[in-house]
């Protein structure tokens, strides 16, 4: 059964840090491009992080400014995201994905997609 759990969310005050993880599998993982996604109330899902089969490869939105980092473990098939200086801003549902073809940038091109980690910032 191909599946994506994620972890490690919950409520932090504004310029604290969280580590997301998000434990794959089903498939073999090392294959996969791997991102994060987040879904903030009444927004639609944007990607925020995407990572290559190595780990050597990394990509970021610019809203992200530095503050998160992805990586990756395969010899336990799980993604991490670091998340520092968090602010109210960062509030949203997380999710992880595997990226199955197409633009990495847009959620349609990622499947298996967990039930999501929520994270509040509050101010």
């Known amino acids: 059964q191909v599946q994506l759990v994620e972890s490690g969310g919950g409520l932090v005050q504004a310029g604290g840090s969280l580590r997301l993880a998000c434990a794959a599998s089903g498939r073999p993982f090392s294959r996969y491009f791997m991102a994060w996604f987040r879904q903030a109330p009444g927004k639609e899902r944007e990607m925020i992080a995407n990572i290559n089969w190595s780990g050597s490869n990394t990509y970021y939105a610019d809203s992200l400014k530095g503050r998160f980092t992805i990586y990756r473990d395969n010899t336990e098939n799980t993604v991490y995201l670091q998340m520092n200086s968090l602010n109210p801003e960062d509030t949203a549902v997380y999710y992880c994905?595997?990226?199955?073809?197409?633009?990495?940038?847009?959620?349609?091109?990622?499947?298996?997609w967990g039930q999501g980690t929520p994270v509040t910032v509050s101010s």
């Open positions: 994905a595997y990226h199955l073809s197409g633009s990495l940038g847009i959620p349609t091109s990622y499947d298996c």
